[in-house]
């Protein structure tokens, strides 16, 4: 399925790289452990890093209701969620033609603050089985009062697009028979050992055997 | 060194993990392979990914003249670069608790277009070497024509602060006796073996041995 362009979304330059491919946008969403979040507070522009889930078509994003900067992400305001992945460094022979591979997308649109109970829940759900997929069932779920000071948002991702960078420098013609290395460093996110926090007894739980994303 | 907190600046919440600390904020800011840049295009907000690097009290980041969002940038409006290092998953007794630990530097202010020739060159070498120390001795330096199509935008870290948060979880007291793991899953960016572009001879340079960040 694809998105539908919009005036926001539509790539202009290296539109190559762009798409609005839903199972791209989704699998990037998921991937990612959190995202950055831009909005305006009394007319500047913030952006703040958060932990993202997502759950069919929406964007869900969580904190303290005491925390005065999500309180005006929930105001309706207008908002541009980035979620970047780096996959490595790129580089050329020339200094010009340096880059970094990634995966990225962009969501816009108007964060909604979630008052349905049910829906809060699985959306605060959703968050912990982003982190780490099977520890929904482990953890303490959310008392009511932790429910009333968690504030939760939701985006529709429909306004979004993806944008993806991969393989090798690409240089000038002129610069090949420079002798200068090119290539790429491949990157990625890696998890260590889990450290229990002092008190705990219990084994490592199976779902964080080998910890990965994506 | 401490920079002077701001209304934009102070921390509200959790000032605990703040900090003003210019030699926290710049060793964040030199870690980070790249930072999130948020500002109003057409009176909306946009958040993009881009490589920075900073030279001593500047910070700079730069695109193609061609691209429109980085020509909005020099237009000399408000701008906060967020910077976002992940160091951990904290996984707590209860879901309200479970956390993250990063470090992030959030740098508020107008950026301008660096026109100095000098300073574009200087910021350039120091984008090249941001991204890998000891590159800008091997790649072909920009060309003229190159500079030319090169935008740099120049933001001073005045107007900045940091958020740490490390440590294991913290739970509620009568969370601890539950049966349920809890602590850190450490994670940070690793590098894989260097792949050569089809061409390339020579042997993988010594500034990617070993080659890490931070």
Request: hydrophobic share 40%.
């Amino acid at each position: 399925m694809q998105l539908t362009p919009t005036s926001r979304t539509q790539h202009r330059r290296l539109a190559e790289r762009g798409s609005f491919d839903v199972e791209l946008i989704n699998a990037i969403v998921d991937e990612a452990m959190f995202c950055h979040v831009g909005f305006a507070v009394d007319g500047r522009t913030v952006v703040i890093p958060t932990i993202h889930a997502r759950v069919d078509d929406q964007l869900y994003l969580h904190g303290a209701v005491a925390n005065a900067m999500l309180k005006s992400l929930a105001d309706a305001v207008d908002v541009c969620v980035t979620i970047t992945i780096a996959d490595g460094l790129v580089l050329a022979r020339s200094a010009f033609h340096h880059s970094m591979n990634y995966r990225s997308v962009m969501v816009f649109g108007t964060a909604a603050r979630v008052d349905d109970i049910d829906e809060k829940r699985r959306a605060l759900d959703a968050l912990v089985e982003h982190v780490v997929a099977g520890r929904g069932a482990d953890a303490r779920p959310p008392t009511e009062s932790e429910m009333r000071k968690t504030l939760v948002v939701r985006l529709p991702i429909n306004e979004a697009s993806a944008k993806v960078r991969r393989g090798g420098p690409v240089d000038d013609e002129e610069d090949l028979s420079l002798d200068v290395w090119a290539g790429v460093v491949p990157c990625q996110i890696t998890f260590g050992t889990p450290e229990p926090a002092p008190e705990v007894e219990s084994a490592v739980p199976p779902y964080l055997d080998q910890y990965t994303r994506g």
